[in-house]
Each structure stands twice: as structure tokens, then as C-alpha cells.
């Protein structure tokens, strides 16, 4: 069972920046790859963005393409979410996501993930 704890999440003004954490209890993560989803109020869970188990494969949603980077330090079993030149609309509950299967692409579907954090609330005002 991998339990993960998300945070860094907050209030911030649009065109700004925040940085999310996701510590793992699991050793070692690197048995794992990672994603991000997020979930809009009043909406559905979606994709946001996932790294490969060593860190050098990665692939975002279009609509966070060129502002978020996702990263990960397995030795400190952490994965990061770094967004910039926030928007309202990225309003959401955020949340990590662990994927144990071994897959020719990276997850991108709610139910390829296994284990999930409790999610962070990020608030973008305008």
C-alpha cells in the first residue's frame, strides 16, 4: 500500500506561480510511475501531467502545456508539480497518483492509477 500526501497548495493571483509536493511512504518510488490529476469544482477528475518511473519520459494536457513541469527526486521519494502563469480556470482540487503497471505510454486515465493522495486545493483568483 503506498500512501501519498500532497501539498503546497493555496491561494494565488493569476499569473502566478505554486509549486506542489507529493511525498511517497513507498521505497522506492522509482517502482512507480506518477501523475497528476485535478479535479474543477463541480467537474470531473482529469489528467494533468505524468513522469516516467525514472524521470525522463513526461506528458501533460494540452491545456497545461508549456506552464506546468512535472518532476520527481526518487531519492527523497517526491514528486513535484511547479505551475506557472496560473489562471482561474486552473482552479482544482490537485492530486498525486501512483501507477504501478508497466505501460508503453504513460497513464493518462483516472483508473490506471492505483494509489491516490487526498488531494491539495489550488485557488487561482482573477
Known amino acids: 500500500q503506498v500512501q501519498l500526501v500532497e501539498s503546497g497548495g493555496g491561494l494565488v493571483q493569476a499569473g502566478g506561480s505554486l509549486r506542489l509536493s507529493c511525498a511517497a511512504s513507498e521505497r522506492p518510488l522509482s517502482n512507480y510511475a506518477m501523475g497528476w490529476f485535478r479535479q474543477p469544482p463541480g467537474k470531473e477528475r482529469e489528467f494533468v501531467a505524468a513522469?516516467?518511473?525514472?524521470?525522463?519520459?513526461?506528458y501533460y494536457a494540452d491545456s497545461v502545456k508549456g506552464r506546468f513541469t512535472i518532476s520527481r527526486d526518487n531519492a527523497k521519494n517526491t514528486v513535484y508539480l511547479q505551475m506557472s502563469s496560473l489562471k482561474p480556470e486552473d482552479t482544482a482540487v490537485y492530486y498525486c497518483?501512483?501507477?504501478?503497471?508497466?505501460?508503453?505510454?504513460?497513464?493518462?486515465?483516472?483508473?490506471?492509477?492505483?494509489?491516490w493522495g487526498q488531494g491539495t486545493q489550488v485557488t487561482v483568483s482573477s
Open positions: 497518483a501512483a501507477d504501478a503497471a508497466r505501460r508503453q505510454r504513460l497513464g493518462r486515465r483516472v483508473y490506471e492509477y492505483r494509489y
Open positions: 513522469i516516467s518511473q525514472s524521470g525522463e519520459n513526461t
